[in-house]
């Protein structure tokens, strides 16, 4: 990827990162521009969103607090490990089921 593209969808890319709020506000500014670069990181966004939406469902039913808060830790550190890529300027998958994220939402960005 050059870097031209890097630069342009970077502020996107991090802004992805934050939440629900700075998905939405990255996927309205990268409808216009579709940099590649931006659309990755949404799709790693997207994943880690709906994985911490997954992991709360868990967490509400279950009485195994040290499961609970092993799972949260694990996607904060997915989190931090995106996070850390978009920052670098690199499409840096994350571990286990970045793949999958960037197959599964291939059509968003």
Do not use: C
Not at 1 to 6: A, E, I, K, Q, S
Request: net charge positive.
């Amino acid at each position: 990827m050059d870097t031209g593209t890097v630069k342009e969808g970077k502020t996107i890319a991090i802004i992805s990162y934050f939440h629900i709020i700075g998905l939405i506000i990255a996927f309205i500014l990268n409808q216009n521009k579709h940099n590649s670069f931006a659309s990755f990181h949404l799709r790693q966004s997207i994943g880690i969103i709906l994985l911490s939406f997954i992991i709360n469902f868990i967490s509400r039913y279950s009485n195994l607090s040290w499961i609970d808060n092993l799972l949260w830790l694990g996607v904060f550190a997915l989190w931090v490990i995106a996070l850390i890529g978009a920052i670098q300027g690199e499409e840096k998958k994350i571990p286990i089921l970045g793949d999958k994220f960037q197959e599964w939402f291939k059509n968003i960005g």
